[in-house]
């Protein structure tokens, strides 16, 4: 924690950013849209691409791990040192879809920098995120003249994150012996904002679905037939408006079971963050608030469950109009889960309420893309301590602490390998993840390098958990 | 009304019908879809088809008349009894929207005749019910050995009528003069069953509409700030939720003010015809009936007003997954009227529930595409009873009444000619109006062509009505 680590870092990453970026940029080339079936060779390519650079850094151990969907990337570097903590870095290769005519600027899947900002889908969700270790992790070894890391250094980069993670659980459990370690570290979240570095303690689970509704066998005249039959357009947007009531609370039966409420120390904390409304809704690109009653913004993004509509369609979609009761509509809905909730009997509610709630003459199909756990660390754990000092070394001042209101398999790494999971994100909410014009911050990212270059001398300096032998899967004593 | 005249009728027709049926197929080919902006051009070709037709048929007047719109076809052929009435035909020469994709077996704009029946987008609705015409009046011609029509014939045949019909009443009013008749016949419906020949009495009026709603700029992570904003597609859901109430009975305050409910007498008639619920569904592509509560499917379809969800979407609509609060979405909805409503009252009506529906952080735009008047005429009506003893003689037996749960610009020409409309169609519901497969029955399409053919006689043998010196615009005898 010396000055002189810290500019020995400092140096070694201003001589290596030029090769660093053009390296992202050529990852962020490849279309890895893990959710389009006609993406699979690119989301293939990238996983290929990851791999060989890792070997380039340094990882004596990279290697391709198969699924039944999209592969995974598998890397390991073992410390010298028997006696130090090992380590599992998440991130993900895969992105989400991107089309110029959604709104982008340029086009998605050629990066462009522009004004300290590097644009491409993927920049900071999450290529950007997973690649600043591989600089990281050089400058740490270049700055204390290790030949090995301080820690044992594992990464697993998966490629289906944004399509629901379907086989990440299973991936982790047959890989569990590999994968062991005594923390995770995921790479694959944000911080406050450009002037507020954070460390997150948590994330909301996730459970996604398509409802598809069939009424007529075909599109039928609605002069002749309208008003008389069931419209499976009409259905999609009852069901999708009796997602919520009227306090905008989940009206799914049994949707809240469970569910762990927020502390009133916790809401004290959320309330002490510089939250500035009109600032927050610049970023989210709305006009104005909207949510569950009698909770804040802060509280209703990152520790209350939430139903989203992504997405719905049915009929008619051409210009003009055409007077026809649509043979089929769609939903696509998300939900967001908190702690205590379980996405499985999330899913039974969905499909016992859809079941419950269409007419006779609709016939209906429920496909749920996956569900990822809802995680919290407990603000004392002293790993998490580590990611906050190696932050605060690298932005020069002191890190706050914040929850994410997005998803990561981040509990199924808790649950299966049995350790803390701890956040460590440069990324930034007008980043624009999943939206057009995605962008990671080039500073920002280079203070994620200079981060992961001092973490696993600190992570090193905690020694590993009382009473473990060897990195292992005890206890839970981090989930919650 | 002599055997000696049926007969020679129908010998003509039997002569003349595969090469009449050569021509419908010809303009069957012409894709006049109204609605489509890029078909602005096949609409003008349908016009200028139609036209050349007519003028071989042997009208002495043609004429394309433009609009701001889509050109409308208007001929003349004056009888030679200065006494006799005069009689104008209403039809439409373009479109729904059709393509291959939509689940039609051959393509839409390819017809095909398979088992008597010939498949193409406007078989029965409306090309073929107005070509119907052209044979008709040259059976009528030779088998009375006329040289001009017994009636003063006029055709109006315009180009909008599946996209609302937005020119048709500035058209006919610019026209007045050109137009003046003693009674419009609608060839637009459909009749009861293939083996129930039924004239049709009224039909529905329309309006419909789409409504665009804007929230976040662009789509934004579900998981960053969902459950905190607005989100277009729940609300787009919600309004179209919010159509119905649980009676399933139209929940827009106003949209019921003034509507005339059925008599007792009404609901009788409805009630004695052979309606088979199983066979209708048949019909209807439909699983199941379901509807304003306290009425039957037949109440629903003929006299009742309606709203329908056309069309929806907003949001990620690719495969898989897309985990985003989207940015907009769109509604296309429809409202069927009975008498007593007022479309642009209507209008108003939704205008005002739409803005009084919307959140705060939801813009949002509505744009009609025009409205049409539902009309009736009364039962006992001379003219009514000619086109009824027509039907007869070329079905051989005698017809019941219907009305017609669809629209048309029937109540435009009724107001603004002020003569009372009648109805004239064979189109079965089968025929797959606005849905794939359109088709009509050849037989029956050539008992209209009958029907044509004896009914300009009859007419004339009714005389003008009462009090006319020439044909005008009298009091609305007929509209209630």
Known sequence: MSDTTDNAVRA??????????????????????????????DVRRSADWLAGKLKETGFPTVEVWETPGAPAVFAEWPSDDPDAPTVLVYGHHDVQPASREDGWHTEPFEPVVKDGRLYARGAADDKGQVFFHTLGVRAHLAATGRTAPAVGLKLIVE????????HFPALIREHADRLACDTVIVSDTGMWAEDTPTVCTGMRGLTDCQIDLYGPE???HSGSFGGAVPNPATEAARLAAALHDERRRVAIP???????????RERELFAELPFDEERWLRTAHSRATLGEDGYTTLERIWARPTAEVNGISGGYQGPGGKTIVPSDARLKLSFRLVAGQDGERVQQSVRQWVADSLPDGI??????????????????HPYLRSVARAMGRAFGEP?????????????????????PVLFLGISVPSDGWHAPNEKVELDLLMKGVETAAHLWDDLAGQGRPAGRGSAGRPGADTAR
């Not at 490629?159 to 379907?166: C, D, I, L, P, R």
């Not at 890190?399 to 350790?419: I, N, W, Y």
């Open 12 to 41: 070694f990453i201003e001589g290596h950013r030029a090769a660093f970026l053009d390296d992202l940029a050529e990852w962020l080339r490849i279309p890895s849209v893990s959710a389009d079936p006609d993406r699979a060779a």
């Open 399 to 419: 890190v706050r602490f914040t929850r994410e209101g997005g998803s990561g398999p981040a509990a199924d790494l808790q649950d299966v390998l049995g350790v």
């Open 218 to 220: 075909q599109d039928i």
């Open 363 to 380: 016939r209906h199909e429920i496909t749920f893309w996956g569900a990822t756990r809802p995680c919290l660390t407990p603000l004392d």
């Open 254 to 264: 049994g949707f809240y079971d469970g569910v762990v409420e927020l502390t009133d």
């Open 159 to 166: 490629g289906e994150e944004e399509s629901g993670s379907a």
